[in-house]
């Protein structure tokens, strides 16, 4: 794995954990009405994809498991729909997608490279 990938997977992780420990507790609807919280969590999901569309195409191959067209569209989703948030998708990408996503992360990413 190159060290650019290797970086961008531990973007991607970093992002992952900071979003589910924010939204810890949180219901759905704390989510959609705290707009610092909202906002954060968004921003996360963005990093979360963009670094994701940086991993070579060589990587992503490598690991099949973790479903980067997903990611990526989710990013480019926020992105451009910025004033049309699902926050019932948002809720369900962090309270079930990224637990899941981390464990692949962790998998793939040595412990002694991580942040």
Known sequence: MS???LVRLRHM???AKEAVELAAG???????NE??????LVRLIEVIGEAANRVSSTCRAKYPGI???QIIGMRNRLIHG???????ILYQTISED??????ELEK????EKRL
């Open 3 to 5: 060290k650019d990938d």
């Open 82 to 88: 910025y004033n049309d948030i699902d926050f019932d």
């Open 13 to 15: 992780m970093d992002a």
């Open 35 to 40: 707009r610092t919280l909202n906002l954060s």
């Open 26 to 32: 949180k219901s759905r609807h704390d989510i959609a």
């Open 98 to 103: 990224l637990p899941s996503l981390i464990v």
């Open 108 to 111: 793939i990413i040595p412990p």
């Open 67 to 69: 479903p980067w067209l």
